[in-house]
């Protein structure tokens, strides 16, 4: 799982790509590509932003690189969205697959945190903390996995929401 999240930077510009493509060749109707893109929000919330849309991809490329300042901007970009994001980011709660984390080998190191562009920018949200905002639920989440891809004790999985597992 972890080399897929890493892969990301090649996956969502070969996705981006391969949508353009199939919509300029194959006369996909947009109308469908967005009503799949929230019907898929209900299996795993707004992933299509970080890992399929072509505007996500550029605006992340346009972003500065220093990390607060790009962090800010992604909170920004992925709040406002477009009707996929906004519909797939309030499935973003109730999707079939979510962000668990393992409370037995969690070690509250608090990296997921940092990695983060929600919880780095708003202390009331975090991954990990109880009695917090999870960033994994609220509408801004685009399922990037980069808290996944982090966790130096893979505490934290996508999947159903099972036994063990912990929801705030
Ligand atoms: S990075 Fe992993 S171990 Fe550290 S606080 Fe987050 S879930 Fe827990
Ligand atoms: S997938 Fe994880 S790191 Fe990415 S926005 Fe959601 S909670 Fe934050």
């Known amino acids: 799982m972890k080399s897929v999240i890493a892969s990301r930077t090649v996956l969502h510009p070969f996705n981006s790509v391969l949508l353009v493509v199939s919509v300029a060749l194959f006369h996909v109707n947009l109308f469908f590509v967005m009503i799949g893109g929230i019907v898929a929000g209900l299996f795993g919330g707004k992933f299509f932003c970080r890992w399929i849309c072509p505007m996500g991809w550029l605006m992340e490329k346009m972003m500065p690189q220093d990390s607060a300042q790009k962090a800010a901007h992604l909170y920004q970009y992925y709040k406002l969205g477009c009707p996929i994001a906004w519909g797939s980011g309030i499935a973003n709660r109730f999707s079939l697959f979510r962000i668990n ?43 990037c996995l980069a808290c996944i891809g982090a966790c130096p004790k893979d505490s934290l999985s996508i999947g159903f929401p099972g036994k063990g597992l912990t929801e705030k």
């Open 101 to 143: 984390r393992d409370e037995s080998s969690c070690v509250s190191c608090g990296v997921c945190d940092s990695v983060c562009y929600i919880a780095s920018l708003k202390p009331e949200h975090s991954i990990y903390k109880k009695g917090s905002i999870d960033a994994s639920k609220t509408y801004n989440c685009s399922k």
